[in-house]
């Protein structure tokens, strides 16, 4: 290996200065050990913007120490950085998944240094990004400086996640296990959100879904379909148990056939160990897996995401509560859209009926002031509760309120069509 590699982290971003914009690799591959050191290197530099999807990075990051070194940019806002979003010490950026990469590649977007979490170098002297493909290979694409941890635990992906060693400017090893995700517990109303998902997908469909425990849950409802193909952006232990069954072929579709594509992926080490050097699963730039020009050509896309607050007319609230900004845009929209356009493709959003112990009706009359409307009323098509499935598609005003009204918990139905009534003036 050549002389640029180092013995530590923090020397391995110390080639990083003053004001630069620095894109780190994210979800599971996130090198939390070279984003730790870039903390404590900026308190020796000035303005350094972290940019990011969403990161797992240790719950260490303190703003007020921080101030005026190093502030976080987020193209999405997850577990580590809500807060600090919340709390006005972080930037948030609405936009599609799709269209991070473009932000980059069109220059909008200035990337100086890009850190990342590769799999050691093969016998050509290649490593990939692993599980992670999403944005990162168009930032490593414009920036001045790759600064890599190679991880022996990091799995070798098949995709669009090459990189030469030589690339590396600063390279770093370190063993350390990846961030792994357990699925999420199952209660008795994501069961049946995930039955009824279930009942809509037909055999030889091609699916998207999230993680958590609707997609897990739905995906658990067909164990027994036949031909399933996926197309998604990220990839989880549900699809794996799936595959393991023979539920998932790919046979059926007309993008890939025979693939699993993904943009990354985020589950337990059983799913790492699995796709370790797995040609049938293909780690694709999100720019192109998102698209909804690739979408589109797979027969039956299912798409399958969920919402925070659906008001009376179809919109769909999912990055944040009123003006608290939750989540992101993700690739919500680029799958919605996708799946609308596919031949026979079908659009699902699915949310518990109500939040906070049934205290409040996640069918709202009207959104909270402040909400974001990620999935407009024109593109939304199937809504889906444990109470059942709303289909909104070429639906009046008053038919979308009355079939979501029928799917609202109960306890909540007579007030909503009272808004119905009075808010939007509707005949129900
Ligand atoms: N009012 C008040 N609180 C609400 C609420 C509402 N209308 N809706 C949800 N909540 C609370 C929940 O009770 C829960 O609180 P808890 O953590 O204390 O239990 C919390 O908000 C999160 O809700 P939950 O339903 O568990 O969210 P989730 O983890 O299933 O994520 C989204 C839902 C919408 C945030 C998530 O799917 C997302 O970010 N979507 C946008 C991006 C996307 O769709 N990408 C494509 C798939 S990868």
């Known amino acids: 290996m050549s002389q640029n590699i180092v013995s530590s982290a923090r020397e391995a971003v110390s080639i990083i200065d003053s004001g630069e914009y620095v894109y780190t690799h994210s979800m599971a591959a996130t090198p939390v050990a070279l984003l730790e050191s870039l903390y404590e290197h900026a308190l020796t530099k000035k303005d350094i ?62 990337v100086d240094t890009v850190l990342v979490q590769v799999s050691p170098p093969d016998r050509h002297g290649m490593c990939t990004l692993g599980i992670s493909v999403e944005a990162t290979k168009a930032a490593i694409e414009m920036a001045d400086k790759v600064v890599a941890q190679i991880n022996p635990n990091m799995p070798r992906t098949h995709g669009d996640s090459f990189l030469g060693r030589k ?116 780690f694709l730039d999100v720019q192109y897996t998102n698209n909804t020009y690739v979408i589109r050509q797979n027969k039956k896309v299912v798409a399958i995401n969920s919402a925070l607050q659906v008001d009376l007319s179809g919109q769909v609230c999912a990055d944040s509560m009123g003006t608290r900004i939750y989540s992101g845009v993700g690739g919500q929209m680029d ?66 309120a009355r079939a979501l009204i029928n799917i609202a918990h109960p306890k909540f139905r007579e007030e909503l069509e009272r808004q119905a009534r009075e808010v939007w003036r509707l005949e129900i």
């Open 167 to 282: 690339l590396f400017d600063s390279v770093v090893e370190i063993d350390t296990p990846l961030v792994e995700h357990r699925p999420a517990p199952q209660t008795e109303v994501t069961r049946k959100i995930g039955r009824l998902i279930a009942e809509l997908v037909e055999d030889g469909s091609c699916l998207q879904m999230g993680i958590g425990a609707i997609p897990d849950a739905a995906l658990a409802a067909m164990e027994n379909h036949k031909n399933l193909g996926i197309h998604t952006e990220m990839f989880s232990d549900g699809i794996l148990k799936l595959m393991k069954r023979g539920a998932i072929t790919n046979r059926n579709k007309t993008k890939h056939p025979g693939k699993v594509v993904t943009s990354f992926a985020m589950g337990t080490r059983e799913l790492y160990d699995f796709i370790d050097d797995n040609p049938e699963i293909v």
């Open 49 to 110: 913007t972290v940019m990011q999807l969403h990161t797992e990075q240790p719950d260490t990051i303190d703003p007020e120490k921080l101030a005026g070194h190093l502030r976080n940019r987020c193209f999405f806002v997850g577990a580590p950085t809500r807060k600090l979003v919340q709390q006005g010490h972080a930037d948030y950026i609405p936009i599609f998944l799709s269209e991070v990469p473009q932000l980059f590649r069109r220059r909008v977007q200035k």
């Open 335 to 400: 799958f919605m859209r996708g799946a609308a356009l596919s031949e026979g493709g079908k659009p699902i959003i699915a949310l518990p009926s109500t939040a906070k112990n049934d205290t409040i009706s996640r069918i709202a009359p009207v959104l909270t002031p402040g909400a974001g409307v990620v999935t407009t009323r024109a593109h939304a098509h199937y809504i889906v509760t444990e109470y059942g499935v709303a289909y909104l598609y070429g639906k009046s005003l008053r038919e979308r």
